[in-house]
Structure formats: structure tokens, C-alpha cells
């Protein structure tokens, strides 16, 4: 009787093959897992994120870095993949390009939502970051000058970090506005930037301070609006404020001596 032939494979041969297999497997998981988060935008409690900023064009503050929690930085505009609390420790540098001292700036973060996520027809949560005294060098019946002093000269950069307390505060209101637990789109505005001079800068226009009511503004330049990022102005759309840090965010329009109105 003939004895049937058998092939053996060698050893080193099966395992080398387990070896490509594997290492295909494996590179197959993390294309899955990428793909999955471009479209879906998590990967388990880690998620796509990004922090871009909406201008006007004109703004006299130039953002220069951003960096988060363990120096991390971040690009605007370009999607990281990050945890929930990529925001902590979040420092905003931000370079003067104008001709003359600033003695306040305040920022603005925009946590978006989206159409299914909508609270009252709200689109933004908006949070405040501010530097210097609003008030510097003036006095206003019935409000308190107080803050600290800023003398943030053309060419500098200054840091605008949101501390732990704050992020804490943003971590409530954020909350309190049944914003979804999960923040992936964040937009930063320049909102308003004070000079030496007594004039301000806000929303594309310039204002000089009123002298016989310090804390009421008249426009002395209308600017076109050439912000790039957004289609709607963000100033005018309904939005959920956080006042806890700055008396002066207001939850509608205001007039010519306030924020401007559309029109």
C-alpha cells in the first residue's frame, strides 16, 4: 500500500505567517478606529476636538499660541484627538498689533452646538476671559474700579490662561446650559479691547469713551464686517451667557454705546 504524501509546513514558517497576521490585524483596528472617529468623532472617551477662532478681520490682538494642560499646544482650526477635559489649563497667547497700549481685553469662548443639541433656539455657550480693568483711569457712578492694571504694549504677547477655578466655573455653567458633556467645537472671539486713550475697540468698530457718562461709548468709525469663519455674526446670534466672571457680557444686543446692533 502507497502511503499518501503529506506537506509539512516548517515552524518558522507558520509562525512568521501568524506574525504578518497580526501585525495586519492590527494595523486594520487602527485605520477602524481612526476612520470611525473622523466620522463619528470619539474614539471611546477620546474624541476629535477643535479650537478655531471667528474674526472680524481688524481685531487689534493677534492670537499667537495655545496651549493646554502639560504645555500640550494646540492648532486653530486643526482637529485633535483629545479627552473630555482638553480644555484645562487652556493659556491663550495673545500678541498686540496695534499702535497703542491696551489696558483691558476680553475673549470670548464659543462652545457650539449643533441643531440637535440646540437649547431655545441657543446655538452658543458663551464663556468670558478677560485681562486688565475696563474702568482704568475712570470713575462710574454706582460701579467699583476695581481690577487688576494692564499696560499691554504694541508688540507684546500676553498670557490668558483659564485657571483651575475658572475652568471649574466653566464646567458648571457649561452644565447649568445643558451643553453636551462632551465638548468638541470651541470658538474663540476677540470681543472687546480697551486702549490708554479712551478708546475702544469692539465687534469690527471703534468707540470713544462718552466724558460726561463714563461708562457709555459713541462710535467714531463704522468698519465692514470681513470675518472669515462664521456666516452669521456670532454677537448677534442667540447665545447662553456666563456673567460669573465679567459684569459686563450682556445677554442681548446692545446699542451704539454698548456692543453694536446689526445694521
Known amino acids: 500500500m502507497k502511503k499518501n504524501k503529506r506537506s509539512i509546513i516548517p515552524i518558522s514558517l507558520l509562525i512568521a505567517l501568524v506574525a504578518v497576521f497580526i501585525t495586519y490585524a492590527s494595523s486594520k483596528l487602527v485605520s477602524n478606529i481612526e476612520a470611525g472617529g473622523q466620522k463619528k468623532g470619539s474614539v471611546g472617551n477620546t474624541k476629535y476636538r477643535e479650537l478655531k477662532q471667528n474674526a472680524w478681520g481688524n481685531e487689534p ?7 493646554v494642560a502639560k504645555g500640550k499646544t ?6 485633535v ?7 484645562r489649563g487652556l493659556t491663550i497667547s495673545v500678541t498686540n498689533v496695534s499702535a497703542k497700549n491696551i489696558v483691558y481685553i476680553d475673549l470670548e469662548l464659543h462652545f457650539l452646538r449643533s441643531k440637535a443639541t440646540e437649547l ?6 458663551a464663556f468670558p476671559l478677560s485681562a486688565g480693568n475696563s474702568l482704568e483711569g475712570v470713575r462710574v457712578a454706582g460701579q467699583n474700579n476695581t481690577g487688576h492694571s494692564l ?4 508688540g507684546e504677547t500676553l498670557e490668558m490662561s483659564l485657571s ?3 475652568y471649574s466655573t466653566l464646567q458648571s455653567h457649561l452644565t447649568k446650559t445643558k451643553h453636551p458633556d462632551s465638548v468638541k467645537d470651541v470658538e474663540i472671539i476677540v470681543r472687546e479691547v480697551i486702549f490708554d486713550d479712551t478708546t475702544r475697540w469692539s465687534a469690527g468698530r471703534l468707540f470713544l469713551r462718552n466724558p460726561e457718562q463714563p461708562d457709555m461709548w459713541l462710535p467714531i468709525q463704522q468698519t465692514r464686517d470681513v470675518r472669515r ?3 452669521s455674526p456670532a454677537f448677534f446670534q ?3 451667557w456666563s456673567s460669573s466672571l465679567s459684569s459686563l457680557i450682556a445677554t442681548t444686543p446692545q446699542n451704539q454705546c454698548g456692543t453694536p446692533s446689526p445694521g
Open 151 to 154: 499696560i499691554f504694549q504694541p
Open 120 to 125: 431655545n433656539g441657543e446655538s452658543i455657550t
Open 74 to 79: 494646540l492648532e486653530l482650526g486643526k482637529k
Open 81 to 87: 484627538l483629545a479627552e473630555d477635559d482638553w480644555l
Open 61 to 67: 490682538v493677534k492670537i499667537a499660541k495655545l496651549q
Open 229 to 231: 469663519e462664521s456666516s
Open 164 to 166: 483651575d477655578e475658572e
Open 238 to 240: 442667540k447665545a447662553a
